[in-house]
């Protein structure tokens, strides 16, 4: 769910990606929704050094990061808690985590609400403070895997396909015959929502160490539908 002021972006997964299947319904659809905002004391990580020593003192890692559009102007900020980081003594670092909600500051516009094709969903990957390295989720082919021959100390459960393998299978399923629904649509029916594109942008990210393990820098929203929209 993704909450604005006056509407509730929701988005569901399938194992398909033709089955898309997002809602919008009004926040007045909820009995309550809001912000829960507990401060805590954090400290400001500089270096792989300093990152290290707050992973190795168990301390949970909060991250900011803010991306901008070619108009400087336009940009927007996301705050997100970091799954996995490991620094080192030279001051290198690495940083991976997510899933975060992306969105293209040259798309969105002041005063037009969002929708759903203007969020992104992605993993970050960065080792610097200016640069990530951004994974996409896009539909992808349910048979893009079916090549990948892991090292012989991790077999496949089952044998990877060959190139040829997987061509007259997509050969077999996307020509020479009649389908009961455009090819197009025939594809995005074997397709699945997967992170299988990689983007590098330009960003200025900032790492904190909060001083509480109780606590939490974080918004959070919470919310609770009304009995008759409960799914069966």
């Known amino acids: 769910m993704i ?5 509730v972006l929701i988005r569901r997964v399938h194992t398909s990606s033709y089955n898309l299947n997002p809602s919008r319904p009004g926040v007045d659809r909820f009995h309550s929704s809001g912000w829960r905002l507990q401060p805590s004391p954090a400290t400001l990580l500089n270096s792989g050094k300093e990152i290290r020593e707050a992973v190795q003192a168990w301390r949970p890692l909060v991250a900011v990061s803010e991306f901008v559009g070619e108009d400087p102007s336009r940009g927007y900020r996301i705050e997100y808690p970091v799954k996995w980081a490991d620094g080192n003594p030279d001051d290198t670092f690495r940083v991976e985590t997510g899933p975060v909600v992306l969105l293209d500051p040259d798309r969105t516009e002041v005063g037009r609400g969002l929708e759903f094709d203007d969020f992104q969903w992605a993993y970050l990957d960065y080792r610097s403070f200016d640069r990530v390295r951004c994974f996409l989720e896009k539909p992808t082919s349910i048979l893009s895997g079916a090549t990948y021959r892991p090292p012989d100390r991790l077999p496949r459960r089952n044998p990877a396909l060959t190139g040829e393998q997987v061509a ?24 699945t929502d997967h992170h299988s594109a990689v983007d590098h942008r330009p960003v200025s990210t900032t790492l904190y160490a909060l001083d509480s393990l109780a606590g939490g820098s974080m918004a959070r929203s919470a919310a609770r539908p009304r009995a008759e929209e409960i799914p069966s």
């Open 168 to 191: 007259r299978i997509r050969k077999r399923l996307f020509s020479g015959w009649k389908p009961p629904l455009p090819f197009d649509r025939l594809r995005r029916l074997f397709q």
């Open 3 to 7: 909450f604005s002021r006056k509407h």
